[in-house]
């Protein structure tokens, strides 16, 4: 693939710094009577060149998000707001809003400068296609300026789509599963690519996806969304390391959940004590990630029998069964461990109190 030549990026639209670019209040929409609701009370800004990932399940209302954001669907109730006007009746040609599909959605019968040229309807017509070559160039693919979509790659086409996108100057771009269609190498590449050209550009983004490693490295906050309601919103790092609910744990990798009783920063555990986040008296439930327990020799009949192993080359994940409850281990794979050996788990960071 080749490389982003970002010093060549068409300026965006300035947009003063450290305002919100969009906020949502409250958006809710059910599709049809008695039926639950599809998105349920949704809020959450983003600042102007910030990329937001919008992460959970098929059916969780993450699309149907987007589409209200976009303008293809109206919300029963709630509010929507561009640099803080509210845009919420306005139709989606009014709201300066572009959009990258799943399908590319490329023209076939135009070469892709053509299709570039024609999302610029603010450029005058004699200026066009030396903008669409400035756009292509910035995605790499000037050179294949006379060249029809169906001579492309898939991730060619991809980069085409998101240049014609980008020639519109949106306010925002929104992308729909927009690297599902590319194979694994393919699409961690592209993702990357993606992001530095949004970076370069300066462009605000929602990317909607249900894979958790893209929303992790793709964005700078990542919402996690389930059965119409959105959980949480953080920066990966955060979400990750310190989720609100069981389900945002557990849909952002593999997680030990652990019911206790905390007093101030520890919890006693089926596990033992373990160190958490809140300085808290009662009931509680931590998840402690994988990657933060050791393993260490047990003494026959005590400690945790492995069950499983994983071997994945940088890594190995292990799964162990200790009086009844299971707990998952991920160690470096430079030392290896035996399925039916016994070992003790030692918590080596602070696990993070649930809300539920």
């Known amino acids: 693939m080749n490389t982003l030549n970002v010093t060549k990026a068409p300026k965006s639209p300035s947009v003063a710094p450290n305002t919100h670019l969009i906020a949502a209040e409250g958006l809710t929409k059910r599709y049809r009577p008695g039926d639950p609701l599809a998105v349920d009370s949704v809020n959450f800004s983003l600042e102007s060149g910030d990329i937001l990932a919008l992460l959970g399940p098929s059916g969780c209302g993450k699309t149907t998000t987007l589409r209200m954001i976009a303008g293809f669907e109206q919300p029963d109730d709630g509010q929507l707001f561009l640099h803080g006007k509210n845009v919420t009746a306005l139709p989606p040609q009014q709201r300066r809003i572009g959009i990258v599909f799943q399908d590319y959605a490329l023209f076939p019968h135009m070469t892709l400068g053509q299709n570039v040229a024609f999302a610029m309807r603010h450029v005058p017509k004699a200026k066009r296609a030396a903008k669409a070559r400035e756009w292509l160039d910035l995605v790499g693919l000037a050179d294949l300026i006379k060249r029809m979509p169906d001579e492309l790659s898939g991730g060619q086409q991809q980069r085409v789509a998101l240049a014609r996108t980008l020639a519109a100057e949106p306010e925002l771009v929104l992308l729909d599963e927009p690297f599902s269609n590319l194979d694994a190498a393919l699409r961690e590449s592209t993702r990357k690519e993606v992001r530095k050209l949004f970076k370069a550009s300066g462009t605000t983004a929602i990317l909607v996806t249900h894979d958790q490693g893209e929303a992790l490295s793709f964005a700078d906050q ?135």
């Open 222 to 356: 990542v919402g996690v969304m389930h059965a119409g309601k959105l959980l949480q919103v953080d920066r990966p790092e955060r979400i990750y390391q310190r989720p609100a609910t069981a389900f945002v744990a557990e849909f952002l990798g593999h997680t030990n959940l652990l019911d206790g009783n905390a007093e101030g920063e520890i919890a006693q555990t089926a596990l033992g004590p373990v160190g958490i986040d809140s300085d808290i008296k009662g009931p509680v439930r931590v998840s402690l990630r994988p990657e933060h327990l050791a393993m260490s020799p047990a003494q026959e009949g005590k400690g945790a029998t492995i069950i499983e192993r994983e071997f994945r080359g940088h890594d190995c994940f292990y799964l162990l069964e200790q009086k009844g409850q299971l707990y998952s281990v991920i160690t470096p794979s430079h030392i290896l461990w035996k399925v039916g050996e016994q070992v003790d788990l030692e918590p080596q960071r602070r696990g993070s109190v649930l809300r539920d």
